[in-house]
T-cell receptor, first 113, second 115 residues
């Protein structure tokens, strides 16, 4: 069975500083990996996804993530955050292209002025 | 890009009544839709997988008689919470996939409050 661990429940950071949100997964089979962002009382918006190929994945809003198979990690990074990046971020894993996503517990990114 | 519409965004109902939530794929055919439940400040829990024209597959611990799912067309899936109780109050989100390129697109969610 797959599982996802987001190592930080809250990450406070100042505006224009870099940020990394950590995600580790466990699975005995090949997986697809995703990062989603959720603003209050809204659904989830896909930031980026890793299906295959290059391990460095670039997404929307300046975010990127790197798939590290040996460390079973898929950390999300942004070199300079904005106030508008304040939101809940979820890492998720899918077993192949089944569409069934297993989510981490989420990380609250708090960007301070 | 792929768009999934979820309706209503908020609903308040009395205990014992039923509520229907709709999930529509607006610009693609969704062969599979998924229903998730999210508790306050918690992650999303997959409730069921809905395939067009067949019975939904429920995750362990989810009551199929309480959470009725219908996927009658390639663009619409509905979740009906039957005989709702206050403990059913939650944020319900659907997602849809029809093609690998689309990935998994989520609706905007429905906040259900049972009073």
């Amino acid at each position: 069975a797959q599982s996802v661990t987001q190592l930080d429940s809250q990450v406070p950071v100042f505006e224009e500083a870099p940020v990394e949100l950590r995600c580790n997964y466990s699975s005995s089979v090949s997986v697809y990996l995703f990062w989603y962002v959720q603003y209050p009382n809204q659904g989830l918006q896909l930031l980026l996804k890793y299906l295959s190929g290059s391990t460095l994945v670039k997404g929307i809003n300046g975010f990127e993530a790197e798939f590290n198979k040996s460390q079973t990690s898929f950390h999300l990074r942004k070199p300079s955050v904005h106030i508008s990046d304040t939101a809940e971020y979820f890492c998720a894993v899918s077993r192949g292209n089944t569409g069934k996503l297993i989510f981490g517990q989420g990380t609250t990114l708090q960007v301070k002025p | 890009g792929a768009v999934v519409s979820q309706h209503p965004s908020r609903v308040i109902c009395k205990s014992g009544t039923s509520v229907k939530i709709e999930c529509r794929s607006l610009d693609f055919q969704a062969t599979t839709m998924f229903w998730y439940r999210q508790f306050p400040k918690k992650s999303l829990m997959l409730m069921a997988t809905s395939n067009e024209g067949s019975k939904a597959t429920y995750e362990q611990g989810v009551e199929k008689d309480k959470f009725l799912i219908n996927h009658a067309s390639l663009t619409l899936s509905t979740l009906t919470v039957t005989s709702a109780h206050p403990e059913d109050s939650s944020f319900y989100i659907c997602s849809a996939t029809g093609d690998r390129d689309y990935g998994y697109t989520f609706g905007s969610g429905t906040r259900l409050t049972v009073v």
